[in-house]
């Protein structure tokens, strides 16, 4: 399974606010293993596409030089299930940024309704965990998430 | 009009109940952030946002808490603080009152207190 919780940008404006799109569908297992016959889509999945949304943006705004990680989810308020064939839209908004981190708002719709309020905070950890090695790679922004990207930059168009 | 204490003081402990999710009766005047308040590394730039955002003022890194003197071996030698750490403590952090620290200088046990945040608020926005 690929760990990527949005299907496609729909918006990207550098170093201020990204709005992201995932299709929610029956056929995904994860839908299926909190309630037999009631299947519904985790909050902890809406809060990691909130992290995704939110982290590309931030990750953007160094040219993904820094290794961006999810430090801390400031809040998250849900306020209605979500269910297979609701479209989630993910708009996130970097709220501070600096040297070590950077903090984010964003907001979880479908269909015009607020599913969820998400504050988080990320963390350079490169910048952060003085003493600590980690590996030269950007292993946090795999080829995965920077292809969302370009496929957003090329407008969907595929390049061969 | 320069803010006065009690509302510098109203407005940190307000910026200290969200970053760490603590009662505000547990945000007295002596309490130490990291170990009466919880607060743990990533907690820190947290606060530091917050206090940006609540008081409109720029806190360029390292002000506040000084990290490098914290992870430097001439200021720090087996979890405690060296004269020449003491020093440099003091210069780097005048808001902090390290009279009792300086008897028995372990690292772990800088007294970072929400009066210490509160003087230091003091001082940028004088």
């Known amino acids: 399974m690929r760990w990527i919780w949005i299907d496609k940008f729909t918006e990207f404006t550098s170093r201020a606010s990204a709005t992201a799109v995932k ?16 299947p519904i889509y985790p909050h902890s999945l809406i809060v990691e596409g909130m992290a995704q949304t939110a982290g590309i943006l931030v990750g953007e705004a160094s040219g993904f030089a820094e290794k961006v990680i999810l430090a ?21 908004k970097i709220e501070q940024f600096s040297e070590q981190g950077a903090s984010a708002s964003g907001t979880v719709t479908t269909d015009g309704k607020v599913v969820a309020e998400i504050e988080l905070m990320f963390s350079h950890i490169d910048q952060n965990m003085a003493g600590m090695e980690f590996p030269e790679h950007n292993f946090v922004f795999t080829e995965q998430f920077t292809e969302l990207l370009k496929t957003y930059r090329s407008q969907g168009e595929i390049t061969l | 009009m320069a803010m006065s204490r009690e ?22 005047p002596n ?84 009066d210490a945040v509160v003087n230091y608020v003091q001082t940028k926005v004088a």
Not at chain 1, 78 to 89: A, I, N, S
Not at chain 2, 7 to 28: M, N, T
């Open chain 1, 23 to 38: 299709n929610v569908t029956l056929a995904e297992e994860q839908l299926h293993d909190l309630y037999p016959d009631f």
């Open chain 1, 72 to 92: 801390k989810i400031g809040r998250a308020t849900f306020h209605q299930l979500v269910r297979p064939g609701d479209t989630l839209t993910f708009s996130a």
């Open chain 2, 7 to 28: 509302e510098i003081y109203s407005r940190v402990q307000g910026v200290l109940v969200d970053a760490l999710g603590v009662d505000e009766e547990q945000v007295k």
């Open chain 2, 31 to 114: 309490a130490r952030l990291r170990q009466d308040l919880g607060a743990e590394s990533i907690d820190f730039l947290d606060i530091v946002f917050r206090l940006e955002r609540a008081f409109g003022i720029k806190i360029p890194r390292g002000e506040m808490i000084p990290e490098n003197v914290m992870t430097d071996p001439n200021y720090v030698q087996n979890g405690k603080v060296t004269p020449a750490g003491m020093v440099e403590l003091k210069k780097r952090m005048p808001y902090v009152d390290l009279t009792e620290f300086e008897k028995d200088p372990q690292v772990d046990q800088l007294p970072f207190t929400v």
